[in-house]
DNA sequence: TGACGTCACTCGTGCTTACGAGTTGAGAGT
DNA sequence: ACTCTCAACTCGTAAGCACGAGTGACGTCA
C-alpha cells in the first residue's frame, strides 16, 4: 500500500501525488505536510527521492520548507499590494503608484553610461551619459519592498532646472519635466523573471518566486526619450495595475 | 587550487563561482560550462554537490541543462514577444494585443459559476454564473504561445445580442458592447508566478521561468462588471505593454 | 514556580556507489 | 564514399550512510 503509478521519474510521481493533495484540499494552504520520513514510509522511496520531490514542490512555489519544522503548503499567491503604475495628476502634482512607499535607505545616485545591453532596455543608445537613482522602498502597512531605479539622461537633465538634484522623487520628477514644457508620453512594459540572489535578498523574496519588472519609459510628443524608470517587486505579494478609459483614450487615438 | 572561499554551504559557494563566471563573461550566453565531472574535479567536491549547484543556478534561470549535451549558459531574459495591451479603436474596430495571434486549437467555451476564490480575484461576487471561454494563441513569428479565457456573466451575455456566441474574438466582444451603448473603462493587473506542470506543458514554458497574467476587468461607467480576461503567457519571452499619454488622460481625469 | 538543559524530532548538507538514457563522433564495415 | 555500429562522453535517477543544525517539548533542578 502507498505505492505509486504515475508515469516519469520516482520523484515525480511522488511530487505528483503530493501535488494531488494539495489541489484536492487534502493539505489546506499553511498545512503541514508529512515529514520526510513519514514521506519515506509512505511511499516507499528513499530519502534523497523525497528531498527530491519536495524540492520541486518549492521550486513550484506550492510549499514553504522550514528548517527544523516541516514543510508548509503555501497559501495561493494572492498579491496583497497593488502598484497602480497610472499616472494622475492635480494641477501641478503629479502622483504614480509609488508616492506613498517608504525609503528604507537614501536614493543613490550615480552617473554612468548606457551600455549595449542596458542602452536598449531603456530605449537608449549605447554610451549615453546618465544620471542614475536608485532607491530601496517599502510599502508601510505589508512592508513589501521594492527596488527603484530611475535613468536620467545628461541631455534631459541639462534642460531642466530641477534635475540638477536627481534625487527628487518620481513624482517631482514629473511635475518638473510638465513644468519646462515637455508634452509627456509614456510607455510602459511589465515582464517576470527570477530574482538573482542579492534581489532576493534586498527585496525578501522567498524561494520560488518571480519578481516582477515594470520598465516606464517617458518621453516627449517629438519623440525624444525624457527618462526612464525601472520598478522591481516581489511578484507573490505585488502586482501592477494600470487603469484605462477606452474611450478617453481613444479621442485623443484614434484617427480622425 | 581550485578550492573555494566563500561562505555557506559547499554546493552554494560552487554555484556563487559559476555565477561569478557567468556575470564575469567568461562564460558568455550561449556558452556550454563545464561538465559535472569537470567542476567534481575543479572543486574538488562530489557529484550531488556540483548537481546541486548547477540544479540552483538553472532554478535561478541563468542556464538551461540539456541531457547528453552539457549546461548552456542562458541568455538573458530578453522578451521577444511584446503584447501591447493599450486598446485602440478605429471606427467601430477594436484592436488589442492579442489580435494578431493564431488560435492553436478551437476556442473552448464552458458553462460556470464563480466561486469565492475566482470571484473576488475577477472581480465578480460569489456564484455568478458565467461563460468561460478559453483559448490557447499563438504568435505567428515566435511561436511564442498564451493562454486566454475570457469570463462573460450571464447577466452581460443577456444583454448584448452578439455574446449569445461567446466564442467570438475579444476584439469583437468589444466592439459589440461599445455598440450596445456601454462606455467602456477597464483596470488591468499583471502579476507572476510559477507555472503548474500542466500551465508549463500547453505554453511550452522551461524550467524556472515564471509566468506573467494580465487581469483585465472591463467596467460600463456605472461600475458594472462587464467581462473578465486572463491572460497567461510565458515570462521569458513575453511582457506585457502599456501607452499613456499622460496629459490626454489627464484632461480626462482631472478634477476641474 | 521558574529557568535551564536535554532529547527527540525536523530539515540541511555531503559523500559514495550504481545504473539508465540521450548525444556525438570515431572507426569498422560495406 | 557512404553507412552503420559502438564506445565514450554527457546528464538523470536512485539508493544508502553520516553528521550538522534548527525547533520545541518535556523534565529536572534550583
Known amino acids: 500500500m502507498g505505492e505509486i503509478q ?3 521519474a520516482l520523484y ?16 489546506p494552504p499553511g498545512a503541514l505536510l508529512p515529514s520526510e520520513a513519514q514521506l519515506m514510509e ?8 523525497v ?17 527544523g519544522k516541516g514543510s508548509f503548503v503555501r497559501s495561493l499567491p494572492t498579491p496583497s499590494v497593488t502598484i497602480d503604475r497610472t499616472i494622475t495628476r492635480e494641477g501641478d502634482t503629479f502622483r504614480t503608484g509609488l508616492s506613498d512607499w517608504e525609503e528604507v535607505e537614501p536614493p543613490t545616485v550615480t552617473r554612468g553610461h548606457t551600455t549595449a545591453t542596458t542602452g536598449p532596455l531603456l530605449g537608449l543608445d549605447e554610451g549615453e551619459a546618465v544620471f542614475i537613482v536608485d532607491r530601496l522602498l517599502a510599502e508601510p502597512s505589508t512592508g513589501t519592498r521594492a527596488m527603484h531605479r530611475m535613468v536620467i539622461p545628461l541631455a534631459t537633465a541639462a534642460e531642466v532646472e530641477e534635475l540638477e538634484h536627481p534625487d527628487i522623487s518620481p513624482d517631482q520628477v514629473y511635475a518638473a519635466l510638465a513644468k519646462a514644457g515637455y508634452h509627456l ?13 542579492d534581489e532576493r535578498v534586498a527585496l525578501a ?25 525601472v520598478c522591481s517587486v516581489d511578484g507573490d505579494r505585488a502586482r501592477v495595475a494600470f487603469f484605462i478609459d477606452v474611450e478617453a483614450f481613444e479621442k485623443e487615438h484614434s484617427p480622425g
Open 51 to 67: 528531498r527530491k520531490a519536495v524540492d520541486r514542490l518549492r521550486s513550484e512555489g506550492l510549499i514553504d520548507v522550514v528548517h
Open 6 to 8: 504515475r508515469p516519469g
Open 12 to 27: 515525480q510521481q511522488v511530487a505528483a501525488e503530493i501535488r494531488s493533495g494539495i489541489a484536492a484540499g487534502e493539505y
Open 185 to 197: 508620453t509614456w510607455r510602459e512594459t511589465v515582464s517576470a523573471r527570477m530574482p538573482l540572489p
Open 205 to 229: 523574496i522567498p524561494d520560488a518566486v518571480p519578481m516582477l519588472q515594470a520598465v516606464r519609459v517617458t518621453r516627449s510628443t517629438d519623440g525624444a526619450h525624457l527618462i526612464q524608470e
Open 42 to 49: 509512505r511511499y516507499q522511496v528513499s530519502r534523497p527521492t
